[in-house]
């Protein structure tokens, strides 16, 4: 077992998005020995959760409790650790205090990567304030004058993953990343999220779809076996020592 494993962080803005946009990236990672771990800002259990309210007699906490224990099951399906900070959504608000605890994860995770959502996103208001979130309290971890003494964070990539509708996002994805041999278990958590039952097949024909493309980036001629693929957006540049 390696001590000092690499470490990722992924901040999901509800209790499900990490499952259908990261899955594949998740999995893959924890199965290559990265420490993955997850912070879900909310449960979604506003916007994100009909399917629980249509059954009636339900309240906010038992739909919270049922969306905490779908994430849960599909983290632990991923090789993920997770937590939930359990601000709200719809609409989802963060205070500083809130900041300076994502900042703290960071502190402590010490993440080689970050993924979280699109910048844009006018179809729900909650995904851009998690990756806003997200790329502030990167800035905070990395300040010598916050929390002083405390090891900082260096500059880890951060990657949008795909939202629900790219074009009307302004995002465009220039990292494929083949998950065919870790769909099993991206599925397997896709099917943790009953309350979102219709969005397993939509996730499904994405992640063909970007299979697709990464196949064909890769060269037709390519014995790499590529089926499932997920798309990313970098935000920072590449620092390299060649183009291969």
């Not at 000092?4 to 594949?24: C, E, I, M, Q, Y």
Request: charge should be negative; glycine fraction near 6%.
């Amino acid at each position: 077992m390696n001590s000092n494993p690499k470490t990722a962080l992924v901040v999901s803005a509800h209790s499900a998005d990490f499952v259908w946009r990261a899955g594949g990236a998740i999995a893959l990672h924890a199965q290559q020995g990265y420490a993955v771990h997850i912070v879900c800002l909310s449960f979604g259990e506003r916007g994100e959760s009909a399917k629980l309210w249509r059954k009636g007699e339900m309240t906010e906490q038992l739909v919270k409790d049922a969306r905490r224990e779908e994430a849960q099951r599909a983290a632990d399906i991923l090789g993920a650790s997770v937590e939930f900070f359990d601000i709200g959504d719809y609409p989802m608000r963060a205070d500083k205090d809130t900041l300076f605890r994502l900042a703290d994860v960071y502190r402590r995770v010490q993440p080689e990567f970050v993924l979280s959502h699109s910048i844009k996103d006018p179809y729900n208001y909650d995904h851009p304030l998690a990756m806003n979130l997200a790329q502030e309290a990167r800035i905070i971890a990395q300040a010598e004058g916050y929390r002083p003494g405390e090891t900082i964070i260096g500059a880890p990539p951060v990657y949008s993953f795909e939202p629900h509708q790219p074009e009307q996002c302004e995002w465009r994805p220039d990292v494929l990343l083949d998950i065919t041999e870790v769909w099993d278990k991206k599925y397997a958590a896709i099917q943790c999220m009953a309350g979102q039952e219709h969005l397993w097949e939509y996730y499904t024909r994405v992640a063909l779809q970007r299979g697709v493309q990464a196949k064909r980036n890769v060269g037709i001629a390519s014995s790499r076996n590529i089926v499932y693929g997920e798309g990313y957006q970098s935000l920072f540049p590449r620092v390299t020592e060649n183009l291969a």
